[in-house]
């Protein structure tokens, strides 16, 4: 029987998802299938209730469901309640439901594919939604030396900062217009900047941080996942830095999902060719 896999997104159309988990279920010869449902805000738990009665033997969670959707559900795993989001969801028998994060998980283990360690590393990161601040948390909680939360509304920035200060971790907010001179120099110090904010989503964007942020030795991570080279990647590449772009991040959190779902190891290779052939070839 065809096992049902699904994402729920508002909008969802421009998800990778189903292209990335239909090439790893051909590899290993699994008989799935997985849909993309676009699911207005009002109609989550409903649409919840009907993936547990039609037997859907797992789901991604989007924008802008990831926190909407952890109320809804039995359980949270301590991924998720860390990040405060929810990418996954895992059914067990009885109807009962658990809500994970495989987002951070995937973008540390892409940083350790590469053999970039955090631990001791002074960290600036850019953007502070859904996604940025549970990568501060990952962050926060992995020995880093020092952590710089810059986000456009600063007030964001300083309420996180000051959670996570409270953890014992060295925290603090950068104000962020990106011209600021005080945010380039935050991100030049850094040994590692991270863009999690939606600037290079577009092809014409800018990069996120001014010119003069980046430097030789420096990892440049842009979590946007795109087609494009970002001008964040093409400025950190100028001035030295390793870039990294938001494949692996998004490769990662998906082979993690399907562990989750199947107690297996997902195909990379096969998942990272299905993006290349859906244009995110970099
Ligand atoms: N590679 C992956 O697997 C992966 C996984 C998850 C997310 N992502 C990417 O991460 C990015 C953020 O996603 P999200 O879910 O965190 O979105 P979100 O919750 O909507 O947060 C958006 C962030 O971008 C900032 N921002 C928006 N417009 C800006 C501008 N013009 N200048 C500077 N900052 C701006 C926002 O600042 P304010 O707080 O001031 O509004 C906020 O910090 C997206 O590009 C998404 O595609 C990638």
Redesign the pocket.
């Known amino acids: 029987m065809t096992e049902r896999f699904a994402i729920f997104g508002h909008p969802v159309a421009h998800s990778l998802s189903p292209v990335l988990h239909a090439a790893n279920f051909a590899s290993l010869g699994i008989d799935a299938a997985y849909a993309k449902m676009d699911v207005p805000p009002e109609d989550l738990a409903g649409a919840l209730a009907a993936a547990v009665a039609d037997g859907c033997r797992g789901l991604n969670i989007t924008?802008p469901h990831?926190q909407a959707i952890m109320p809804l559900l039995s359980r949270i795993a301590p991924s998720a309640a860390r990040a405060g989001a929810v990418?996954v969801v895992e059914f067990l028998p009885g109807g009962r439901t658990v809500g994970h994060n495989t987002?951070v998980d995937?973008?540390f283990a892409d940083l350790d594919a590469h053999g970039i360690s955090v631990s001791g590393r002074r960290v600036a990161l850019?953007?502070?939604?859904?996604?940025?601040?549970a990568l501060a948390r990952g962050f926060a909680e992995r020995g880093i030396a020092s952590l710089a939360i810059l986000?456009?509304?600063f007030e964001?920035a300083a309420a996180l900062a000051r959670e996570l200060s409270a953890t014992g971790a060295d925290v603090s907010a950068c104000p962020?217009p990106?011209s600021a001179p005080e945010a380039a120099e935050t991100v030049l110090a850094a040994d590692i900047a991270v863009n999690?904010?939606?600037?290079?989503?577009k092809p014409d964007d800018p990069s996120?941080f001014a010119p003069g942020s980046f430097r030789p030795g420096q990892t440049v991570y842009d979590?946007?996942?795109v087609a494009h080279e970002t001008a964040t990647c093409r400025a950190a590449r100028a001035a030295g830095a390793a870039a990294m772009d938001?494949?692996g991040?998004?490769l990662r959190?998906a082979a993690l999902a399907f562990r989750i779902w199947t107690g297996r190891d997902a195909d990379i290779d096969a998942m990272s060719a299905a993006l290349a052939r859906a244009g995110l070839s970099g």
Not at 126 to 133: I, K, M, P, Q, T
């Open positions: 924008v990831k990418n987002d995937g973008f850019a953007g502070c939604g859904g996604a940025g601040s986000n456009r509304s964001k962020f990106p999690a904010t939606v600037v290079g989503l996120a979590i946007v996942p938001g494949r991040m998004l959190q």
